[in-house]
């Protein structure tokens, strides 16, 4: 049992009464990355024999007022009606193989459907999405002239012209091409493929690959993705590698489709290299039905196969002169649904706080190197495992004083799952309680006839609770282990908010990619936002970074030649500081 600063009530005393409770409760106004869907365990199966849950290369569109994502080698797609309530759709038809980093395509009243190939496939369409109808638009689709592939595709059809494109590539050799399209000939290819871009990593800094861009590998681009915006096209990537905390999404942007292109000074326009869910390349731009922009990611986990992921979505835009930006500055922490148009960037940031981390926990049972630690450190390559899978494991923590609290999130992590199944008998089920003194205990949330799966469960409370320590209860997963990686709890601490943290210097490398930032570390923050841009007005570059680190940090993702304005905010389970003023890096 993992012992703390817990009282001896919290771990002796039981559950009184539960009243039934609604396992998504109605009214929600919030959701939290990563998006709470049931992500499809894959039917291959790692080196190890064991399973994994397939969550990358999101694609979002908004087709007829609703949404529907879609998800590599996940048997279908889901559907939502207002981008917090996901319905899994099965497919009348579906390729054997399954479908890896789907191309998908809203026109009128047709949705168009293409996988990843390096051979000939078929172009999809339905005109009824939700009900799962799909037909083949062109049953084989011809070779594709003057390159490899598709892989990684992305269908565009151009409004203003009433034209058609693909763009594709996914190599650490080859770029990202582009081809037209013949609609009348079933969307089959126009002339030959052409390459439009490639990375610079000698220049980009964030094109770099490995863990904060420390490795000398040459680096991936892939996951090309398509937006017109006031006649200006927006030609996204992904790089430098999914396996990284510091995968993103960058953008060249030309007068047409085919461009020219240019790269964008302001690379990379999404970006989330600190914080629970790193990493937020390799997704799509859409635009929801109040006119507002979102740019999708797939951050890592990587417990059962490198390559495992999560989805997650981040308010984006342009601003009056262009500039595309995603906002991932608090990007896994609750926000508000968008229920108009918003008018700043920061408008749907809900402003709880997280008051877990590194907060003491007890535990029913823990295995050896597995402790109920694991579970406050945000870090979702770390869990807790229970001595066993059983109804009745509990997890218990304490925030150590009293709080109030609005929102819980619970991570589970697949260790050693061996799930195979993508039927509905794969479900999540717990109870959530909550104590002000450890021993006399209230219902929180009950989920114990929850019937979908819910590997990283978020739920929003129906009204704040003011208490100290949280428990959950364990009925039901699917997986051979009860592990869980994290249990996240938002609020509202009682004090102020800490103060600017005060001395912020820059000191830019030899090398102009690298540049050390250093401040004076604030008493009582839980982290600090490291912000940049190129401009005093557009820090839209965030790194976290908690305040049990050094009070430094060493940014690799400048381009050569570029000037930079950087400022750092402190936060706490009580708030957020304002930000310093920024400093001028040339």
């Known amino acids: 049992m993992q012992s703390g600063t817990l009282v001896a009530g919290v771990a002796l005393s039981l559950f009184a009464s539960f009243s039934p409770a609604r396992s998504q409760f109605p009214g929600q106004k ?17 080196k190890e024999g064991i399973s994994y849950r397939s969550g990358a290369d999101p694609v979002i569109v908004n087709h007829r007022h609703a949404y529907f994502l879609f998800v590599t080698n996940s048997g279908g797609w889901w559907r939502s009606t207002d981008l917090l309530h996901w319905e899994f759709v099965r497919p009348s038809m579906w390729p054997e193989e399954d479908m890896c980093a789907p191309a998908v395509l809203s026109v009128r009243d047709t949705l168009y459907l293409f996988q990843s190939t ?9 005109t009824s999405p939700q009900d799962g109808h799909l037909q083949y638009f062109n049953p084989l689709l011809p070779p594709l002239p003057g390159a490899l592939g598709p892989w990684d595709p992305d269908l565009f059809h151009d409004d203003r012209s009433d034209r058609w494109y693909m763009y594709f590539g996914s190599s650490n050799v080859y770029p990202i091409y582009g081809i037209e399209l013949d609609r009348t000939k079933g969307l089959t290819y126009i002339d030959r493929a052409k390459p439009l871009l490639s990375l610079h990593p000698d220049r980009h ?8 861009h420390r490795d000398t590998v040459r680096p991936y681009i ?8 006031e006649g200006r096209y927006y030609l996204q990537y992904a790089a430098p590698g999914t396996e990284y905390n510091v995968y993103a999404n960058g953008t060249y942007v030309g007068d047409s489709p085919l461009g020219p292109f240019t790269y964008a000074p302001y690379n990379p326009v999404s970006y ?7 990493g937020a390349g390799h997704g ?13 990611g797939t951050p890592w986990v990587a417990v059962n196969f490198n390559f495992e992921r999560r989805i997650a979505m981040f308010p984006a835009g342009f601003d009056r002169d262009g500039q595309m930006y995603s906002n991932t500055r608090f990007g896994d922490f609750p926000h508000f649904l968008p229920a108009r148009k918003w008018t700043g960037r920061d408008e ?9 981390y590194r907060k003491p926990c007890i535990s029913s049972s823990a295995r050896d190197s597995f402790p109920a630690s694991n579970v406050t450190d945000e870090n979702p390559r770390t869990f807790w495992v229970a001595g066993a899978n059983k109804p009745g494991e509990w997890i218990a923590l304490d925030l150590e004083r009293p709080a109030t609290v609005r929102a819980v999130q619970v991570n589970y992590a697949d260790y050693r799952s061996g799930v195979f199944s993508r039927d509905s008998a794969v479900a999540t089920q717990f109870r959530l309680s909550h104590s002000a003194d450890g021993k006399k205990w ?18 929003e409370l129906p009204l704040p609770v003011k208490t100290r320590f949280i428990r959950y209860e364990h009925i039901h997963v699917a997986s051979a282990n009860l592990a869980i990686s994290d249990i996240r709890i938002f609020g509202k601490g009682d004090g102020p908010p800490p103060r600017i943290p005060g001395n912020l210097h820059v000191r830019r490398h030899a090398d102009p990619r690298n540049a050390t930032v250093t401040w004076d570390g604030v008493g009582g923050a839980v982290g600090y936002n490291i912000l940049w841009g190129i401009a005093r007005d557009r820090l839209y570059q965030t790194y976290q970074v908690f305040a049990d680190r050094p009070d430094t940090l060493e940014v690799r993702a400048l381009d050569a030649g570029q000037g930079y304005y950087f400022a750092i905010e402190a936060f706490s389970g009580n708030g957020v500081s304002r930000r310093c003023d920024p400093v001028t890096l040339k």
């Open 205 to 212: 800094g964030w094109e770099r690959f490995g863990p904060d």
């Open 30 to 46: 919030t959701w939290c990355n990563p998006i709470d869907i049931d992500y499809k365990y894959s039917v291959e199966e790692t």
């Open 284 to 296: 799509n731009t859409f635009r929801d039905n109040f006119g507002n922009y979102w740019n999708t």
């Open 348 to 356: 749907l940031f809900a402003g709880w706080m997280l008051l877990s």
């Open 118 to 126: 390096f051979e000939r496939r078929p172009i999809y369409f339905t």
């Open 442 to 459: 209230k219902v929180l949330a009950d989920l114990s006839g929850e019937q979908r799966d819910r590997p990283d469960a978020y739920i």
């Open 222 to 229: 892939e996951g090309a993705w398509m937006t017109e915006h």
């Open 272 to 278: 989330k290299p600190g914080g629970f869910m790193a």
